[in-house]
């Protein structure tokens, strides 16, 4: 048994998710708990090269189509690494962890979106992560419009700042994501204790009272 939490946060490209999370760790740390932040792909320096494998578009110029179950194969790689060096750790020295994606996404793009089937993620997810589940999940759902017009936007000032490009993911269609945002509610409905869905397309600040209420109820302010 761990000593300590384990959330994730889920959602589509542009849903807020990497926000709300940042905001969540500012607010559980100015109580007095120790946090620790990752996201997935990356976070490791093994996840950082399979990160810009995986999401940069011109991958593919240098190393050819990458096959679905490859990415899928990846992903988990990645995981497998951060479960080892950053997750586990940090459970087990009492921290709350706050995950940016995690197994949800494979199951939601690999899954769904790829149509290798969920099956086939939640198998590999036994074998390669030991099935370890978070304690609660954070599914931003604003409408789909919403999310896809706030990827492509900030997948263009990533271009303009960085050089590089995020966005092998958001060249797919509009169906790659409907199958998407569908697997997300089938999740959410199938795991209830686990996963909360927030649907609505309310500010940043009310989202962030929200979860930090659900966040309330399952973790009391440490004791100083
Ligand atoms: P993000 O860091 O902006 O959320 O982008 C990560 C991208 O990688 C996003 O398009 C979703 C995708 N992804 C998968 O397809 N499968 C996975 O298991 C994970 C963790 C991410």
Redesign the pocket.
């Known amino acids: 048994m761990s000593r300590g939490y384990f959330i994730t946060f889920e959602g589509l490209?542009g849903s807020g998710?990497?926000t709300q999370l940042r905001r969540l760790a500012a607010s559980l740390q100015s109580e007095g708990h120790k946090v620790v932040t990752l996201?997935?792909?990356g976070g490791t320096a093994l996840g950082d090269r399979i990160r810009s494998i995986?999401?940069d578009s011109r991958s593919e110029a240098t190393l050819g189509a990458i096959a679905p179950l490859s990415?899928m194969a990846l992903?988990f790689a990645d995981?497998a690494q951060s479960i080892h060096e950053i997750i586990l750790p940090a459970l087990d020295s009492g921290a709350i962890v706050l995950c940016?994606?995690?197994?949800d996404?494979?199951e939601a793009?690999?899954g769904a979106?790829r149509e290798l089937g969920s099956e086939r993620i939640l198998a590999m997810h036994r074998a390669v992560c030991d099935n370890l589940q978070p304690d609660l999940t954070i599914l931003l759902l604003p409408s789909l419009e919403a999310s896809l017009r706030r990827a492509r936007r900030r997948n263009q000032r990533h271009v303009q700042q960085k050089g590089t490009d995020?966005n092998r993911?958001?060249r797919e269609d509009d169906a790659f994501y409907q199958r998407i945002y569908r697997a997300y509610e089938v999740i959410a409905s199938r795991e209830p204790q686990r996963v909360v869905a927030l649907r609505e397309d309310a500010s940043i600040v009310q989202i962030e009272t929200h979860i930090r209420e659900i966040v309330s109820l399952r973790i009391p302010a440490p004791v100083i």
Request: glycine share 4%; hydrophobic share 15%.
């Open positions: 490209d998710k990497t996201r997935q792909p995986l999401l990415e992903m995981r940016d994606r995690y197994t996404s494979s793009y690999q979106g995020e993911f958001e």
